[in-house]
């Protein structure tokens, strides 16, 4: 039977939603899944947030609207 996992990020950790944070640290950006890093990339690279967050989009782990609101870029070009 599959266990409720509670929301709990470690300190310093903006939720995009209930599985998935962000943490922008000494340059770079790391997404977090609970407590385990599952991606990360410098703050300036575009086409890396650009792709990850595209994967996540797709895959179903987020909504574009999430991403949207966290980052503060506009809908419209999440959705691309």
Not at 22 to 43: A, I, N, S, T
Request: charged fraction near 20%; aromatic fraction near 8%; proline fraction near 6%.
């Amino acid at each position: 039977m599959p266990q409720l996992q509670l929301p709990l990020f470690p300190a310093g950790i903006k939720a995009i939603n209930q599985d998935i944070g962000v943490e922008c640290k000494d340059g770079k950006v790391v997404y977090v899944h609970g407590h385990l890093p599952v991606f990360q990339h410098e703050e300036t690279d575009l086409k890396s947030f650009r792709f990850f967050t595209s994967q996540m989009v797709d895959r179903g782990v987020v909504r574009a609207g999430e991403v949207a609101g966290t980052f503060g870029v506009p809908q419209g070009t999440v959705k691309r």
